[in-house]
Every structure is written in C-alpha cells, then in structure tokens.
C-alpha cells in the first residue's frame, strides 16, 4: 500500500484502516465497533474491546520468545552508568511495582503521578500503572512544587512515585524537597509518596506517609495485568493552554495502543528487534510516546538516556550513544541539534563514531527551520526528517514515511498529513479554507485518529471550548501556517499564546499570572523572543504601581527568581524589562504580537486599532536594553 491508498482509505473508511491495525494488538476482547462517533466531537475507538497496554508491551513479548531481547537501556554519562532490562526483566519489575502499588490500595481507576528524573524506575512506574489499570500522570522534573501541586490538586493521585534526585548534567537537583512542598501546598493529599533513593542524595522519609521504594519492591507479589476497556485511561499529561491552568490530557488503552504500534512501523521503519531512542523525557509526550509506550509495543529495544546533547561529556554525545548501542532511528528536539552544531559546526565529534546502522533522524517539537534541517542533513547523510505534533494528538499529524513511502523532502516543510488526519488551512475571521501557499490556522476535520485525545479530566467543557467550539466539525489546532502546491504542510508556530522553549511548551499567560503577582507590578505582558538555540525564550515587560521607586534592576531579578519559583527553572525566564506602559488596542488588549515581532527585528507596522502609537518607540528602547530588536532610531 502507498501513501495515497493509505491516506484515502484512512480518510473515507476510518473503520477499514484502524480496524485492520487493530489486528496487531493482543485483545482479550474484540472490540464491536472500531469507530463510535454518534457523540461527536467526543469519538472512541474500538468500543467493547478489552486490553491491557501493559501486557502488548511486555507480557506478549515474553510469551513470543523475546524474552531475554534488550527491552530496555539505561544509558546515564551524568552517573557514568550502561546497564539494560531484558523483556523478561523488565516485565519482573514492572509486576512487583504494580504489586505494591496494588498493596497500597492502588486501584482500577485510581490516579498515580509520577514526579521522576530519566532513569528506568520512571518506565516501570508507568507500565506498573497500565499494568493494574491506574491512570498514571507523569509530571516533568524541571516543574516547581508549585505546578506540581496544580497537579496533584486536579489530578488528586492516590500515591505519589518520585526519587530522591535529578541529575542535570553536573547538577544535582534533590527532589524529596520539592515533592514535600509540592504536597504541602496542595489541597489534596496523596495517601502515600513512595521514593527510589538514589546513591547521590538521601531523600527525607516522613513517617506514615512516605515509603521506600526498594523495600517495597523487594517484599511485593507480582500483580497480573488487569483487562481494561479500549475506552478506559490509560494516562493523563498536563500540557500548557493559554491560561496558567494547564490542560489534563486523557488518552484511551485502545486506540493509543493500537495509533502508536501503527507508526513505529510505518512512520519510522522499527520492527521487532531493532533499536530506537527518543531523546526527550518521560515528562512530556514524546517520551511517553516514544521512549516507552510505541519502541515496547512493537518489541523494539528503548533508550532511557540521563543526559544532554552537549556537556554529557561533550557535542559527540549523541553519536556516541547511537553507535555504541546500534541506534536505528533517533527522535529528538531541533534545539538539540542546534545545541550540538553550536559547540562542534563541523561535525568532529561525530568522525570518532561508527553510525553505518543508523536510519534517520525525526526531529520534532517545534518546526525545524531550514538551517538546521541544511547543517544536519549534510553532516549525517541521513534522512532527516521533521515531523509535527502535540500532546493531544500523541502521534504525529504531519511526517514522512520510512515504512510507508518516503517523499522527498521540502526544509522547513514537515511533508505530508498522516493518515486518519484530514487537515485543514483556514482563514481564522471566515472559518473558511485558503488556497495552497496561503496562511491560516491549522485545523482538522472530525474525527480525529485513534491514540488523539477523547477529552480533557474531568473537564470536557473546557475540551469543547479549547478545541472543538471554535470550528464546529474541526479540531483547533492552535498551530498556524499553510499547505503547498504539492500537498506539503508548513507549520510556522501557534497563533495563541503559547511559547515552545527548547521543544518546551509553556504559557505566557501562566507566567504572567506569577509576574502580576508583584506586590509591585501594576501590569505585564510576557512574549515569546526568537533564540538562536532554544527557538524562543520568554521575555517580560512590566509596568510598575506609581510611586514604585526602587531600582528596576531589583525588581526585574526578584521578577525572574519568582517564575523560577513557581514555574520552575524548564521556563527558562531570564529576562524581563520595566516599561513605563503596554501597547494596547483602542478596546485595552495588550499588543503582544507587535512587541513579540519589536523583539525579533521584524517590520512592524503601526496596528490600525492602537490606541497610542507612540508607546511603540517606548517599547522598542526597552527591548533594544536587554539586547532585543535593532537600535531605535
Ligand atoms: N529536572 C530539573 N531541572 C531541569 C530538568 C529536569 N528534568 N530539565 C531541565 N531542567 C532545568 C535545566 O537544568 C535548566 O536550568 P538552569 O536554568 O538552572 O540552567 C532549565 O531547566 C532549562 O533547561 P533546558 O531547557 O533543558 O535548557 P538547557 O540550557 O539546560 O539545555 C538544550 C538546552 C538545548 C541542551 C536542552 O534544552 C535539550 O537537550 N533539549 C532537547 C530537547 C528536548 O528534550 N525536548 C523535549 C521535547 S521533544
Ligand atoms: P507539545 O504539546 O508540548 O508536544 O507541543 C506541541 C506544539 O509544539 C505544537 O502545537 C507546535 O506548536 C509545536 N511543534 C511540535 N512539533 C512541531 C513541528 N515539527 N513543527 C512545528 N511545530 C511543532
């Protein structure tokens, strides 16, 4: 089958497609219906099948004689340690976690949040979870006890699994204190945090509350899997929305099951056996994804890297890594690459290392802009090829095919829309399509594909709003951009006000929030600055109360310790400016937009609907002093 036969048939027969793909998931009930759209936009897949995702991604392996294959590899340069987990073994700790988790009261439908730095104990946490049907929510390391209380409130977690620290590359960041604050802000109170104490740092055990994982671990029972309808949760991911409030993310057991073991073939040319990394993290949804769900349900050999592209020791890390183990297809952020051309441009690191196995590279995570797509499509001679996603749809919605049909490749494009996804570009005032080469936003006609999210926890007001409300028939993406004479999508950035820091997603409202929280900020505004390594970073521009006298200097760095604070060091908020007024329209809405395209050096024309023209030039003094935008004249 061909890209077009698969994308037609995907598009008019939903159920013919998925149906037959369903086919590679181990059932213990087959489904009744593959796609159940009578309650659109609410649509699931595979209603009145029984699975469980824990037992495709390793029981059966086990069973089919893949036991003693690599399942997983735990590759740490920050504590210079190789170790791996076999199937089999992997499986042995996956059932004795879920057997204490099941021992302290952990339930079918139970939530677990899983605070954790990138060693294999986060893997296990997870799948011990699917494996006893309990919803886990993992939330990133870089997180502040702040938004990890946010989470623990919404989420309202019967355990809480963490570890006693995280390694960034020569740090050390002790977690237990950050989990312990986490808890003691929150409203809800986990019934248990259970702690992997790591050699580095000991983490404090509060006594009736807290608990030590290995002991648990050694004294458990392995518990079986449990079998869960195809619509039951699998998992639920925080992501960033526009408001502080971050978005709980739900995906299903079925169709997450069976979108995720369709693109490891199809989308990156895996089979069973090979070996693929995900250079990201279990926080966010590639890692989820790609580092744990999709390499195991295919019966690949997964990388659990605690490390950098750069510093770990050195530029050649990557390539160390992909040679050493015999990496087939690497997934990782543009902004790694770009961190790694910045260090070593030519490329020496990369000629110490054997890379003849390796495939291709997917970058994804932000648009891969046409210099680095150029720098490292020279120095591999591989594909490289970039592809686009979100935490919602938990599986590419545009790529190219190392299993289907790989299309020659346009930079800065990410190639065509994947299967099951009917894209859409449409002008944002008429709600109508635009012709090709014309901008618009991104949408996507119901229904959408298996493994996208069903809606968010305990929250399906908020999903009708955020996504489907805005065009009714369509999915909001919140990405803009446009298709090409050729059928290829380019996605040029969201169009609301969402930052991608380092493959990052973050929001500005959210650290505005923290900023209007100044006893001595009267307004602000914080936009998204263009960043030659980490794509954009967060700027803050803030109008101080009259009668404020202290320097700016202190107010800036007490502004920029409190995002760290609430947010967490992952926001990367480095700077910020006092201004003596905000742009706004004639109706009082801040002009983000304007300052965001001062900050990068754009034209910017003077907006019809401004009510003081003049605060521009203001504006752009302000900018140009913490080293944005050109000189004003
Ligand atoms: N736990 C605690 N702190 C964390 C953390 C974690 N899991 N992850 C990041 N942080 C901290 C970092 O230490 C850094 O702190 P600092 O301000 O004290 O230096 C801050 O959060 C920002 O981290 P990061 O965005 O990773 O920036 P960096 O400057 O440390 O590294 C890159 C830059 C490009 C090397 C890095 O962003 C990278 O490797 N990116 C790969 C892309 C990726 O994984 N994307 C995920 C989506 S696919
Ligand atoms: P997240 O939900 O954290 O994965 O972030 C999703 C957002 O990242 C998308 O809405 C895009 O704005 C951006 N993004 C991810 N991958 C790409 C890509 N390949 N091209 C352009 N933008 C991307």
Known sequence: MNYREAYRESIERPDSFWGRAAEEIAWDKRWDQVLDTTDLPFCRWFRGGRLNTCFNALDRHVKEGRGEQKALIYDSPVTKTISSLTYKELLHRT?????????????????????????????????ACARIGA???????????????????????KVLLSASCGIEGNKVIPYKPLVDEAVAIAKHRPERCVILQRPMVNGSIEKGRDLDWSELEENAQEAKCVSLEATDPLYILYTSGTTGKPKGVVRDNGGHAVALKWTMKHIYGIGPGDVYWAASDVGWVVGHSYIV??????????????????????????????????????????????????????????????????????LAGERTDPDTYNWANDLLNKPVIDHWWQTETGWAITGNFLGLETFPIKPGSSTKPMPGYDLRVIDPVTGKEVG????GIIVVKLPLPPSNLPTLWKDDERFLNSYMKPYPGFYLTGDGGYVDEDG??????????????????LSTGGMEEVLAKHPEVAECAVIG????????VPVGLIVLKSGVYRPHAEIVSEVIKMVRKDIGAVASFKKAVVVK?????????????????????????????????????????????????PPPS
């Open 135 to 157: 919803i886990h929510s993992v939330v990133f390391g870089g997180f502040a006890p702040k938004e990890l209380a946010v989470r623990i409130d919404h989420a309202k977690p």
């Open 436 to 439: 090709p080469n014309e901008n």
């Open 488 to 505: 290829y999508v380019f996605v040029m950035g969201r169009v609301d006000d969402v930052l991608n820091v380092a493959g990052h997603r």
């Open 293 to 362: 769900y999709a390499p195991l349900l295919i019966g690949a050999t997964s990388i659990v890297y605690e490390g950098k592209p750069v510093g770990t020791p050195d530029p050649g890390a990557f390539w160390r890594v992909i040679s050493q183990h015999g990496v087939k297809v690497l997934f990782t952020a543009p902004t790694a690459m770009r961190a790694i051309k910045r260090e070593d441009p030519k490329g020496e690191h990369l000629k110490k290392y054997d890379l003849s196995h390796f495939k291709a590279l997917f």
């Open 529 to 536: 600055a263009a960043d030659d390594l980490k794509g954009q």
């Open 581 to 629: 007024r905000l742009p706004k329209t004639r109706s009082g809405k801040i002009l983000r937009g304007t300052m965001r395209k001062i900050a990068d050096g754009e034209k910017v024309g003077i907006p019809s609907t401004i009510d003081d023209p003049a605060v521009l030039d203001e504006i752009k003094v302000a900018l140009n002093s913490i080293g944005y935008g």
């Open 95 to 127: 059932a004795k976690t879920a057997g204490f988790l099941k021992a302290l009261g952990v339930r079918k439908g139970d939530t677990v949040i899983i605070y954790m730095p990138m060693i294999p104990e986060a893997v296990i946490s997870m799948l």
